[in-house]
C-alpha cells in the first residue's frame, strides 16, 4: 500500500507540473510566435491526457493475482504505455509537418532573449521536479514512473539546450549566418523533434513486445541465470530451459530443469524455489520464479 500511495504521489506530481508547464507554454507561445515554444506546450497536453487516465488505473496494477486474472492486470499498463508512445509518436509527425510548412512560408522572426529566459526558467523548475519524483520513486518498479521520470530528464536537456540555443542566436545578426534568424526558431523546433523522436520509438518498440509477451533483453537473462546458478547448482538441479516474461512492471521466469534421480521431494522443490525468489527479488523487484522439474526419458 506504501507503495501504492507514492507511486500516485509522483504521478500527482508529474501531472500538477505538466498541467502548470502547458500552461506556461501555450501562453508564451501565443506571445511570442515561438513555434519551438508551441511544439513543448503540445507535448506536455499530451502527456497530460495519458496521466490522468493511469492515475485512476494505478490501484489495478497493484491488486493481487488470482485464477481468474492469472497475470493481474499488469498487461492493462503495457497497452496504456504502447498508446501513450503511439500517440506522442503521431504529435510529433503532426507537429514537424506544420513547423515545416511554417519553415517554407518564410520563417518567422522571435525575440531571442525572451525565449532563452523562458527556457532556462523551465529547464530550473523541470530539474526541481525530476528531484522530486527521483527521491520519491526510491524502490518502486513502476514502468509508468520510469516513463515519467524519463520524460522530465528530457524536459530538462530540452529546455536548457534551447535556452542555450537561442542564447547564441543572439549572435546571428553580427554574423554571416544573420539570413537565418527568421528560420532560426522553426530549425530549433525540428532539431527538438529529432532529438526526442528516436527515445519514442524505443520505447514504442519495448512496449509491443511486451505486449507480445517477448522475452525481454539478454540482460535480464544473464541476470537471472547468474542469480539462481548457485541455488540450482546447490540443489543438484541442471537448468534446461529460461521462460521469461515481462508483462508491464512483473517479471515472470519458469525454470525447467532435470535431476539425477527419478524422483524429487516436494519439500526440497518448496525450499529450492523459495531461495530462487528470495534471491532473485532482491535484484529485481516484482519477479516471480517457478521451477519445473522435467522428468528425464529412460
Same mark, same amino acid.
Given at each position: 500500500?506504501?507503495?501504492?500511495?507514492?507511486?500516485?504521489?509522483?504521478?500527482?506530481?508529474?501531472?500538477?507540473?505538466?498541467?502548470?508547464?502547458?500552461?506556461?507554454?501555450?501562453?508564451?507561445?501565443?506571445?511570442?510566435?515561438?513555434?519551438?515554444?508551441?511544439?513543448?506546450?503540445?507535448?506536455?497536453?499530451?502527456?497530460?491526457?495519458?496521466?490522468?487516465?493511469?492515475?485512476?488505473?494505478?490501484? *489495478?496494477?497493484?491488486?493481487?493475482?488470482?485464477?481468474? $486474472?492469472? $497475470?493481474?492486470? $499488469?498487461?492493462?499498463?503495457?497497452?496504456?504505455?504502447?498508446?501513450?508512445?503511439?500517440?506522442?509518436?503521431?504529435?510529433?509527425?503532426?507537429?514537424?509537418?506544420?513547423?515545416?510548412?511554417?519553415?517554407?512560408?518564410?520563417?518567422?522572426?522571435?525575440?531571442?532573449?525572451?525565449?532563452?529566459?523562458?527556457?532556462?526558467?523551465?529547464?530550473?523548475?523541470?530539474?526541481?521536479?525530476?528531484?522530486?519524483?527521483?527521491?520519491?520513486?526510491?524502490?518502486?518498479?513502476?514502468?509508468?514512473?520510469?516513463?515519467?521520470?524519463?520524460?522530465?530528464?528530457?524536459?530538462?536537456? $530540452?529546455?536548457?539546450? *534551447?535556452?542555450?540555443?537561442?542564447?547564441?542566436?543572439?549572435?546571428?545578426?553580427?554574423?554571416?549566418?544573420?539570413?537565418?534568424?527568421?528560420?532560426?526558431?522553426?530549425?530549433?523546433?525540428?532539431?527538438?523533434? *529529432?532529438?526526442?523522436?528516436?527515445?519514442?520509438?524505443?520505447?514504442?518498440?519495448?512496449?509491443?513486445?511486451?505486449?507480445?509477451?517477448?522475452?525481454?533483453?539478454?540482460?535480464? *537473462?544473464?541476470?537471472?541465470?547468474?542469480?539462481?546458478?548457485?541455488?540450482?547448482?546447490?540443489?543438484?538441479?541442471?537448468?534446461?530451459?529460461?521462460?521469461?516474461?515481462?508483462?508491464?512492471?512483473?517479471?515472470?521466469?519458469?525454470?525447467?530443469?532435470?535431476?539425477?534421480?527419478?524422483?524429487?521431494?516436494?519439500?526440497?522443490?518448496?525450499?529450492?524455489?523459495?531461495?530462487?525468489?528470495?534471491?532473485?527479488?532482491?535484484?529485481?523487484?516484482?519477479?516471480?520464479?517457478?521451477?519445473?522439474?522435467?522428468?528425464?526419458?529412460?
Amino acid at each position: 500500500m506504501l507503495k501504492e500511495k507514492r507511486e500516485l504521489c509522483i504521478l500527482w506530481i508529474s501531472f500538477g507540473a505538466g498541467l502548470l508547464f502547458a500552461i506556461l507554454e501555450f501562453c508564451f507561445a501565443i506571445y511570442s510566435h515561438s513555434k519551438s515554444a508551441l511544439t513543448d506546450a503540445v507535448y506536455d497536453a499530451s502527456e497530460l491526457v495519458f496521466i490522468a487516465l493511469i492515475l485512476f488505473l494505478t490501484p *489495478l496494477f497493484h491488486k493481487p493475482i488470482s485464477e481468474k $486474472y492469472p $497475470y493481474g492486470f $499488469y498487461q492493462v499498463e503495457t497497452i496504456f504505455l504502447l498508446i501513450k508512445n503511439a500517440m506522442m509518436l503521431s504529435v510529433s509527425f503532426g507537429i514537424s509537418a506544420q513547423v515545416i510548412e511554417s519553415l517554407l512560408a518564410g520563417g518567422n522572426m522571435v525575440n531571442g532573449r525572451e525565449v532563452s529566459l523562458f527556457q532556462l526558467l523551465l529547464g530550473l523548475m523541470s530539474l526541481v521536479v525530476f528531484l522530486i519524483m527521483k527521491k520519491l520513486n526510491h524502490s518502486l518498479s513502476s514502468p509508468t514512473v520510469d516513463a515519467e521520470i524519463l520524460g522530465w530528464r528530457l524536459d530538462i536537456a $530540452y529546455s536548457f539546450g *534551447l535556452s542555450f540555443a537561442f542564447f547564441a542566436s543572439l549572435f546571428l545578426e553580427r554574423t554571416p549566418l544573420a539570413f537565418l534568424a527568421p528560420y532560426f526558431d522553426q530549425i530549433v523546433a525540428i532539431l527538438v523533434m *529529432l532529438f526526442m523522436l528516436p527515445e519514442v520509438i524505443r520505447m514504442l518498440w519495448h512496449t509491443i513486445k511486451e505486449l507480445f509477451l517477448f522475452a525481454p533483453d539478454g540482460e535480464i *537473462l544473464h541476470q537471472i541465470k547468474d542469480i539462481c546458478g548457485d541455488i540450482l547448482e546447490k540443489h543438484q538441479f541442471y537448468p534446461l530451459f529460461f521462460d521469461i516474461v515481462k508483462t508491464g512492471r512483473h517479471t515472470w521466469v519458469e525454470i525447467s530443469f532435470s535431476i539425477d534421480g527419478d524422483s524429487l521431494p516436494l519439500q526440497v522443490l518448496k525450499s529450492a524455489t523459495e531461495e530462487v525468489n528470495l534471491a532473485v527479488s532482491q535484484q529485481i523487484p516484482d519477479c516471480t520464479c517457478e521451477l519445473l522439474v522435467v522428468p528425464t526419458k529412460n
